[in-house]
């Protein structure tokens, strides 16, 4: 097996005394799309957030590449090449599509402090953020307002910025969330693109967009994981199961999108909470 | 506009109201002043309520140049030349100490710290003996340009606040389009994005508050040539306040917006000062109405007019 690119090692995060991420341990290796499911509130946000560089754990330590980055700043990380997107869409909604890309672009070309050259003609900045958006299917919308996309186009929006600067591994934080099936169907095709290039760790509640996507599963309940293997491993392990799988999902061609899933009917009403999805 | 305020001296000299020379001396310095808060409040969402404290440190250079000039002989000190530069120094280096601590705060607390800083700063004004304390520092001349330029002329200083002016708002509109300007207004808009994409905003926006203070240092000391006075009464908190409300008034994170602001705050001042003793009364629901019905501020109900289609 090759080298890890994300080594997590007995990672701790408590908020009082809640313990999000419980002594938890993931591998990542370069190329697979690792994919990260659990019942709600089980600190997978928690978890992506600790790896970018937002939360400080408690105790563990994170390896990116062989280096320890438990301490680094987050903005290190993303020099580094990891990037994040986010659950809720987090985007620039004052500036353009386009706009939103060059700033993404602007953060990788060295330091911004330069007070003189107006930016927004710059040609190092709008060429490569035109062909990211060109790459997520965006182009044709670069000059409308961030905040006037639909909500599929916003999630697209949201790996763009996150691809720019090309990043070694890229952490998508449920892109497929609130999305309806056709929606759902292109952001699969745009990660089938992606997947290619990058290796992707994939927090998702889409069971369908998951097992098509994912080489390797990891799953997360109250904080640690109780499972990794590929997704034939995952369907037939029985602790999965009870934990979280639940007696509906059964059969390796059965999705979750039956009526009474427990793992997507629970989810829906978080995508419209406006926190970040753990406490 | 910017083209009626540089006219209006020679017509104030012809109509023999020359006083209005002054009121609009008052006015332009306090645009400078405003634009610079602007950068940081408008474009940049720092809420900083302490700004007046650089209005107080770049006056004081002048005057506390100028007095030791005086009492002691020092004549270096009491030349344009260095006391310019001195307060826009001086004031970029409060900012720098000020945001250094205040940037790590957000919200409310980032409100409270600045106001808290320039407090500070103004107790300490009224703590310098020497200089006056809280009757603050008569100007015995004002800043002295190797004869080049004349302050103490009414319309000169009018003239050189203009131009000044005038830099202000270049400055302004080249930072906002620059990429400085782009991570300043992102940090804005998202900082939390801003930080995933790999800013380290703070930074910046420590940045961004030294140019805003050493821009309200430069309107400083035209203010202490313009009153040929200093005192801590430059630096208190409701100055600060009268700062924030012009931008408001004017129109937040637009380029004339606090100039229009200025304008509209001073001449409102002096209008209904001349009726009333209480003009905040009259003057309160005015600014209410702004906020509730012209969220751009008055700049935005010009534009709008001035472009009926859009």
């Known amino acids: 097996m090759n080298e890890p690119i994300l080594q997590v090692r007995q990672l701790v995060k408590r908020f009082g005394s809640l ?21 709600n509130g089980a600190g997978k946000t928690t978890l992506l957030g600790q790896i970018a560089g937002e939360l400080k754990p408690d105790s563990g330590t994170i390896h990116f590449n062989g280096v320890n980055i438990t301490h680094r700043p987050d903005h290190h ?19 353009t599509v386009l706009e939103n890309v060059m700033l993404a672009v602007q953060a990788q070309d060295g330091h911004s402090f330069r007070f003189w050259r107006p930016a927004q003609h710059d040609p190092s900045l709008r060429e490569p953020a035109l062909a990211i958006l060109e790459e997520v299917d965006l182009r044709p919308r670069a000059d409308a307002m961030a905040a006037s996309l639909s909500h599929g186009e916003q999630r697209q929006l949201e790996i763009a910025i996150a691809l720019t600067g090309q990043p070694k591994l890229l952490m998508l934080d449920e892109p497929m969330a609130g999305m309806g099936p056709v929606e759902t169907q292109r952001m699969i095709e745009i990660l089938q693109e992606l997947r290619h290039r990058l290796t992707i760790l994939l927090i998702e509640h889409d069971m369908d967009a998951v097992f098509s996507l994912a080489d390797r599963i990891s799953v997360v309940v109250y904080g640690d994981t109780i ?21 509906t999902f059964s059969g390796p061609t059965t999705g979750s999108e039956t009526p009474n899933s427990p793992a997507h009917g629970s989810e829906k009403p978080e995508s419209g909470n406006p926190g970040s999805g753990n406490p | 506009m ?9 017509i104030a000299v012809a109509l023999e109201e020359e006083f209005f020379i002054d009121l609009f001396s008052r006015v332009i310095i306090h645009a400078i002043a405003a634009v610079s808060l602007n950068l940081i409040l408008g474009y940049g969402g720092m809420v900083s309520f302490g700004h007046a404290a650089y209005l107080g440190v770049g006056g004081y250079m002048v005057g ?10 020092v004549e270096w000190m009491g030349s344009g030349w260095v006391q310019f530069p ?16 205040s940037l790590r705060t957000r919200g409310v607390y980032f409100i409270m710290i600045t106001l808290a800083f320039a407090q500070m700063l103004f107790f300490s004004g009224v703590g310098l003996e020497i200089y006056g304390a809280d009757d603050g520092l008569n100007l015995y001349s004002t800043s002295d340009f190797s004869g080049w330029v004349d302050l103490s ?35 804005r808009s998202n900082e939390r994005r801003m930080r995933a994409v790999g800013f380290p905003t703070y930074s910046y926006r420590l940045a961004a508050f030294m140019i805003a203070g050493g821009m309200c240092g430069l309107a400083g000391a035209l203010m202490a040539n313009h009153t040929e006075y200093v005192s801590p009464s430059m630096m208190h908190w409701t100055k600060s306040g009268d700062l924030i409300i012009m931008i408001v008034l004017g129109g937040m994170g637009t380029l004339f917006g606090p100039v229009v602001g200025a304008v509209a705050f001073l001449f409102l001042e002096e209008f209904l000062s001349s009726i009333t003793e209480h003009w905040q009364i009259i003057f309160g629901p005015m600014l209410i109405l702004v906020v509730l019905f012209a969220r751009g501020g008055i700049d935005s109900l010009l534009t709008l007019r001035r472009r009926p289609d859009e």
């Open chain 1, 19 to 39: 313990t999000a991420t419980n002594h938890l341990d993931l591998t990542v290796v370069p190329g697979e799309v690792h994919a990260v499911i659990g019942p």
């Open chain 1, 77 to 95: 990380r993303v020099h580094m090449g990891l990037a994040r997107s986010f659950q809720i869409t987090n985007l620039f909604t004052e500036f």
């Open chain 1, 227 to 247: 499972a990794t293997g590929t997704p034939e491993d995952i369907r037939a392990n029985e602790e999965v199961r009870q934990a979280y799988l639940g007696d």
């Open chain 2, 2 to 10: 910017m083209i009626g305020l540089a006219v209006l001296p020679p």
């Open chain 2, 64 to 73: 506390i140049g100028t007095f030791h000039a005086f009492e002691d002989g």
């Open chain 2, 86 to 101: 001195a307060a826009i120094l001086a004031s970029a280096l409060v900012a720098l100490l000020i945001g250094a601590v």
């Open chain 2, 153 to 187: 002329n009414e319309s000169t200083l009018y003239y050189v606040s203009y131009a000044m002016l005038l830099l202000a708002l270049y400055t302004s509109h080249r930072i906002i389009g620059s990429r400085f300007g782009w991570v300043i207004r992102g940090a």
